[in-house]
Nanobody, 127 residues
Framework: QVQLAESGGGSVQAGGSLRLSCAASGSVYSMNCMGWFRQVPGKEREGVAAISSTGRTTYYADSVKGRFTISRNNAVGTLWLQMNSLEPQDTAMYSC????????????????????WGQGTQVTVSS
């Protein structure tokens, strides 16, 4: 019983930054691996970043490595995605997700492995 709610999306020019937040409620301590995913119309949902239960291990898609940073604070049940040097191809609806199992290299960015999802927040990057 975990509910997730994203916020922080919006419109930004290329090269700008946004910080997305994901607030968790309910059985917060049942969350282990958490991640951010994005989707555009006509395309499959893709994994952007994921983070281990302790926050000590992170996973990133090659397309965002060096630009995005995922973090979490379990005490307050919040997950963040800091997005810097945004590009038009980053435009998408971003959703946060959580699961009871831990992250692993082979499935940390696989959407089907996650149990709980937020409603999504739109990010639009203009050139």
């Amino acid at each position: 019983q975990v509910q997730l709610a994203e916020s922080g999306g919006g419109s930004v020019q290329a090269g700008g930054s946004l910080r997305l937040s994901c607030a968790a409620s309910g059985s917060v301590y049942s969350m282990n691996c958490m991640g951010w995913f994005r989707q555009v119309p006509g395309k499959e949902r893709e994994g952007v970043a994921a983070i281990s239960s302790t926050g000590r291990t992170t996973y990133y898609a090659d397309s965002v490595k060096g630009r995005f940073t995922i973090s979490r604070n379990n005490a307050v049940g919040t997950l963040w995605l800091q997005m810097n040097s945004l590009e038009p191809q980053d435009t998408a609806m971003y959703s946060c997700a959580a699961r009871k199992t831990g992250c692993a290299q082979f499935d940390a960015l696989v959407a089907g492995r996650y149990d709980s999802w937020g409603q999504g927040t739109q990010v639009t990057v203009s050139s």
